[in-house]
């Protein structure tokens, strides 16, 4: 994570259902280095399950969770494994 534990990337989602935004979370995640940051932001009300399940499975950290005026935002630590 970034020292002062900003995002090192950002990501839109928003407008995409269900698997979209999984999908493309994790193939982000999986072009950033082992500790990098990536936050989304997603209007699909199946994300706020979605998104953490694909960070368990994956091996990597939900940072932050957080409901937005649109959506949900997620902030994520790329996990270390670097085949994830």
């Known amino acids: ?7 090192t990337d950002h990501y839109d989602l928003r407008g ?3 698997p979209l935004p999984a999908l493309k979370t994790e ?3 999986a072009q950033l280095p082992p500790g ?3 936050a989304i932001e997603t209007s ?14 994956k091996g990597h950290r939900l940072v932050a969770s957080e409901k937005t005026e649109i959506g949900h935002r ?11």
């Open 44 to 57: 699909d009300p199946l994300a706020v399950i979605d998104i953490p399940h694909l960070c368990n499975e």
């Open 36 to 38: 990098a940051v990536l």
């Open 1 to 7: 994570m970034t020292q002062d534990g900003q995002a």
């Open 74 to 84: 997620f902030v994520i630590e790329r996990g270390k494994n670097p085949n994830t």
């Open 27 to 29: 193939k982000r995640l």
């Open 16 to 18: 995409l259902k269900c």
